[in-house]
Structure formats: C-alpha cells, structure tokens
C-alpha cells in the first residue's frame, strides 16, 4: 500500500507539470524558487559551523522555527484543496493502520519537505563540533523532517474540514488565517528590529531562548544547547521534540480513523420556544432594532468574525515584551486597542442588512432609534468588559491608579467610535459581505468609498481620544493626583457627548437618506 500511494503522489505531482504550459511553468518556476531558497538557507546555516556556539545557536533556532511555524500554518490555508484527504480512499476498502502510514510516508515526497531536509541537514552539520552535538544533530534533523511531515498531513487534514462545506467550521478556517496575519504583523516587526548582522546581540539570544522552548524550535535548539553548555536544557528539549512528534501521529492516526468513518456534511435541527430577544426588548422601534442586531451579532458569521478577532489583541503585545519592553507596560495596551477596535465595528453596519435594511425605511421608525438599536450589542458587552479589563489590567502593571485611567480613555474610544460610526455607516455605505457568503469574500467594487469611510472613522476615534490619552499619560508620569480622575471625568464626557450627537445625527441622516441606503443595499 505504502508503494501504490508513493506512486499515485508522484503521478499527481507529475500531473501538476503536464498541464496547460502557464500552469506548467508557474509550478515548475515555483517549485525551483522554493527549493533555490531552501538551498540558500542551509548554505548561510553550513557556513555557521565555524562561527561561535552562541552565534551559530542565535540564528540556528529561530530560522527552524519560523520553518516549522510555516509548515503549521500553510496547510491549515491550503487543506481544502487537499488530494490526500483520508475521506477520498474510504470507498477503497484501506485499513487505517495501511492507510495511515501510506499517506504519512507519500506526504514527505515535495517540495516543501525536500526543501526542509535540505535545511535539517545543513543544520546538523553546522554542529559536528564533537561527537555529540554531531549525532544529535543528525538525530534532530530525522525529527525535524519527520515533524514538519506530519504538519503537514495534519494540517491539511484539518484544514481541509474547516475550509470544507460546513460553514461553522469553513468560518472557523477564515477566522484562523486572518488571527494568523494580525499576530504575523508585530512578530514580523519584531524580526525586523533584531540586529540579525550581530548574531550575539541580547534581541536575538533572547528570540532564541523563547523559540527553543517551543514546539516548533524544541528540536532545532537541541544540538544547539549541548554545544553551548546547557546539557540539562538540551535533554529536556530533546524529549519536548519527540512528545511533540509523538502527539502529532497520534493525532494523525485519530484523524484517519475519523475521516473514514465521517460523513463530510451534517444538518442539524434546533427547536425554538420564544421569540429570543425579541420577547425580551419590549415592542419599541428602538427595542425591536437591538433585538434584531443581539440577534445578528450571536449568529450571523460574518459579525462573530468581526468581534472575535477582539479574543486575540491581548496577544499582539507578546512580542513587545519579548523584544524588552517592560511586561508590567504591555499591560496597558490590549483594552484601549479593543476599545477603538470595537468603536470601528459598526462603521459599515447598515451594509450587512442588504436588502433587508427596507424594513427599517418602510417601517418609518424614528432614525435615532435605528441607530441606537444597531450599537445596543457593543454597548452591552463593551461596558462591563471595559470596567472588568480595566481592574485586570491595572492589577497586571501593579498600580491601581491605571484603572481609572483606562476607563476613562476606553470609555472615550469605544463611545465616541459608535458615535461616529453611526454617522459614517449612512454617510459613506460601501459593497459588503453579502448574507450567506464567507465572511471573508469581500466584494470588489467597494473601492475608494471604503477607503474614505474606514479611514474617516479611524482618525475621528483618535481624535477624539486625544483629550484622554494627554491626561494618562500625565497621570501615569506625573502623579495620580488630579489626573487620573480627571482622565475619567474627560474620557467619560467626550464618549458620551460624541455618542449623543452620533445617534442623533446619524438618526436625522437616516430619515432623510433612507432611499438612497436601500438603493445601495441593492447595488451590492
């Protein structure tokens, strides 16, 4: 079985060469840029085999894994298009014991793998300095390959069923790659700040240091510690490496059990008993309008992509600390970037109705309380989780002075971004997510009106936190006294005035532009 399977991987690669002459050369181009670059790399790591342990270790370990990350990431994007899926040799009558290990083994045949062997090999010769770090550099470059394998069997498995036809987990799938390109941004920054040129700086031992640690660097940083001492760290990262390689068979082993039992698609039935919360706001025109958003923002996907990317800010300042900054001012960042993040949400809100936004037209409900109804969801949440992350990130930097502080410049972000977002999203309604499309597949003809509404909404939410920001950064310079309340005092007024005129400019602008946003919500 082992065999056949390696014959139809080199078949479908062969497949790959012999179509039209564009595709032809495009893979073939591509397949050489790849491996040209993986020889590249492993010429730079050989030349380190007379540089100091230290210098070889600092740029060893953070290269392999930023190469094991890669082989994480790609096929959790490119899974659905995957011709290995388990599920295509069900009807074939395979064991899973034949057909886990067949598709294991074929997987290591391509580029990518090739090109991380070609990698681990260069790897384990830049340490034969001695006869230890020489075996277990052969020994870590066999993990290595046989890891990044299984990523990649894994992650195409995986992402071949969040990206398949069921849309909670196809959701699922989009979610991930876009929180992989918002923490890409500041670790990317942060590599671009390290002094790569000095191999010994304290930025990239430290980067180093961390990666090794890791389950995509535990393996590369093996040698690298025996070579420089740290025997001890060495044999536990060692045994790190080949728990991680032992889960992920494992968990390749459980994924082709399941898929060859798994039926790609199920429905399921929900019964409901009350109108939600409609039943629970009251028949209002404002009421009705909330009801209709709480609903929206807990079930349509296109609005839980939105705001759950808000879970993963927090995360953006990790490499803030790791390149020095102080970890008790990170703390400070994640709630008042939530803050201006969740003010920016409804910016275009009016959009995503579509059609349905005639309701609201033809329903001749005052445009205030279409307005206020439609930010009745952030309001709710964002308020208890600014006072909540307020204490919990005042606790963080260790001084309870910061709490007044951060609410009252989150309080003055997140209303005064509502604020004018309730202005902008009739002003300026631009092409958006169509219902029942991913929430991902972004229409083309938003053009510059889109650039115009988000970069108008953005800087009026600066603006309007400037008067708060200029007094924390007095109060957490200069003292808490008179500042920190009065950050408050500030930020509270300035949120509350903005959101006031908002919804009552954006309400007026409502009733008099009602035919023209049903109109747009045609076009789209």
Known sequence: MVAQLLRLRADLLAGEIRGGARRSVLVVLGSLAGLVAAVLVAVAITALR????????????????????????????????????????????????????????????????????????????????????????????????????????????????LLGSHRPTRDAGWLVALVVVVLLIPTVSLLVGADWLDPESAELQRIADISGWTPWGAAWAVPADVATGHVGAGIAKLVLALVVLGLLAWAWWGLVGRMLVTVDDRTTVRRYRTLGWFDRLGATPAGAVAARALTYWGRD?????????????????????????????????????????????????VSYDNTAVWLHVASGAPGWSDRLGRLTPVLAVGVPVIVAGSAVSAWLFGDWTAFPVLVGVCVSA?????????????????????????????????????????????????????????????????????????????????????????????GRLFDRHGPDLLAAAQRN
Not at 122 to 147: F, Y
Request: hydrophobic residues 55%; glycine residues 12%.
């Open 301 to 349: 996907p296109r609005y839980r992509t939105s705001y759950l990317i808000l879970l993963f800010v927090p995360i953006v300042v990790v490499p803030l600390g790791v390149a020095g900054v102080p970890w008790h001012w990170t703390a400070l960042i994640p709630l008042p970037l939530m803050a201006v993040i969740a003010g920016f949400l409804p910016h275009n809100d």
């Open 414 to 506: 997140l209303f005064a971004g509502l604020g004018i977002s309730s202005v902008v999203s009739v002003l300026l309604p631009y092409p958006t997510v169509r219902p029942g499309d991913r929430p991902f597949q972004q229409p083309q003809a938003a053009g510059v009106v889109s650039t115009v509404s988000q970069s108008s909404t953005i800087i009026g939410i600066v603006l309007c936190s400037v008067p708060a920001g200029y007094l924390a950064v007095l109060a957490l310079t200069d003292g808490a006294e008179p500042w920190a309340m009065l950050t408050l005092v500030v930020g509270a007024a300035v949120g509350v005035v903005v959101l006031g005129v908002g919804v009552l400019l954006g």
């Open 50 to 161: 007379s540089a100091d342990a230290e210098a070889a270790r600092a740029v060893i370990v953070p290269v392999g894994t930023l190469i094991t990350v890669g082989f994480t990431i790609i096929p959790l994007a490119v899974g659905g298009a995957d011709q290995f899926d388990p599920r295509r040799f069900a009807v074939f009558g395979v064991t899973r014991k034949d057909l886990a290990i067949g598709l294991g083994v074929a997987g290591l045949v391509g580029v990518p793998v090739v090109g991380v062997a070609i990698v681990a090999v260069s790897q384990s010769v830049a340490w034969m300095r001695g006869a230890g770090t020489g075996v277990l550099g052969v020994l870590t470059a066999l993990v290595v390959v046989a890891t990044c394998g299984l990523l990649v069997r894994v992650g195409c498995t995986v992402g071949s069923w």
